[in-house]
């Protein structure tokens, strides 16, 4: 059984799992809402990579839609087909949506009180029963901020679950090490993002744009080092607006935070020291081809993630 992640795309199998999965519970009142989607409905909450799917033999068996909101992430028609249950699948997605939403703090989840193996189901999974109020029972799971990656491979895997969450005005604030693998993570970001690939190290020419290959918000990769705050920012001769784009700044701390009202900090650092920041030109010059060329040969990176609000 494999997972991956769908958007609107998807929406006609998706509703079709959900309506099979919901039709087939004890009759609850009042109703499911989900018994009273439409393919169009499904299709806005997929959005653009919103779904995760469980898929055997070609078929979709089961589904659950993330919907993000700030620091929260909410399971939405967590959906199992009939034929599927007994078999592992709920996990399976849940575990997915896990590892796809590195980027906040809490997962809630609604459960129906009448459905007592739904609620053991969630806290078997590390949930806690948050509030009840009838009929549903709402329950929350802290997500790890930390991530320790080993190689280039989850590295890349990192930014790219990060960058499927991301929506257009987003900023991101990427410290880290010469060589640590900020350019790795912005890879995966540009992946996630679906925009034109070749991203490299943007020393050189302080920033580069990478436009969208599916209508969605391009991705500005800066490197701040060398700019003396955020009027050098917005001095910068781009194609797009910072509010139509996914910004992402190297060595932004104390340059890029009146950028946007909200941030997410990505931090790496080396599981095994730290690199003096102060390198030579030259050294540098080798670390961003490390970025490029990955990360195996190095030692295990952590990397923490934290939204943070500007005061």
């Known amino acids: 059984m494999l997972t991956r992640r769908v958007g609107a ?3 006609a199998e998706v509703h079709a799992c959900i309506l099979a999965a919901f039709a087939s519970r004890p009759p609850l009142d009042p109703p499911t809402a989900a018994l009273g989607d439409s393919d169009a409905e499904v299709a806005a909450m997929l959005g653009r990579a919103n779904g995760i799917v469980a898929v055997q033999d070609g078929r979709i068996v089961g589904s659950l839609i993330l919907d993000v909101r700030d620091d929260v992430v909410h399971l939405r028609r967590v959906s199992v087909r009939p034929d599927a249950q ?5 996990s399976t997605l849940v575990q997915a949506a896990v590892e796809a939403c590195p980027a906040q703090r809490t997962m809630v989840v609604l459960a129906r009180e009448e459905i007592a193996s739904n609620v053991v189901f969630w806290e078997h999974h590390g949930f806690v029963e948050h509030s009840r109020t009838s009929p549903h029972v709402e329950l929350h799971l802290a997500l790890p901020e930390r991530h320790v990656v080993t190689d280039a491979y989850a590295m890349r895997d990192l930014g790219e679950n990060v960058g499927r969450l991301l929506e257009r005005g987003d900023l991101l604030v990427l410290t880290g090490g010469l060589g640590a ?12 993002l679906q925009v034109r690939s070749g991203i490299t190290s943007p020393t050189f020419v302080i920033a580069r744009v990478h436009p969208s290959l599916v209508d969605g918000p391009a991705l500005v990769h800066v490197d701040a080092y060398r700019l ?7 001095d910068l001769d781009l194609d797009t607006s910072f509010d139509d784009a996914v910004t992402v700044v190297e060595w932004g701390a104390g340059v890029a935070e009146g950028l946007a009202d909200r941030r997410l900090e990505v931090t790496v650092t080396r599981a095994v020291g730290e690199m003096d920041i102060a390198e030579t030109a030259a050294q540098d010059d080798a670390d961003a081809a490390a970025d490029v060329e990955g990360l195996e040969d190095l030692d295990p990176r952590v990397v923490t993630l934290t939204w943070v609000r500007s005061a």
């Open 181 to 192: 693998g900020k350019t790795t993570f912005t890879q995966g970001l540009g992946e996630g």
């Open 86 to 90: 007994g078999h592992g699948v709920a």
């Open 228 to 234: 003396g705050g955020v009027d050098e920012l917005d």
């Open 9 to 11: 795309e998807a929406a």
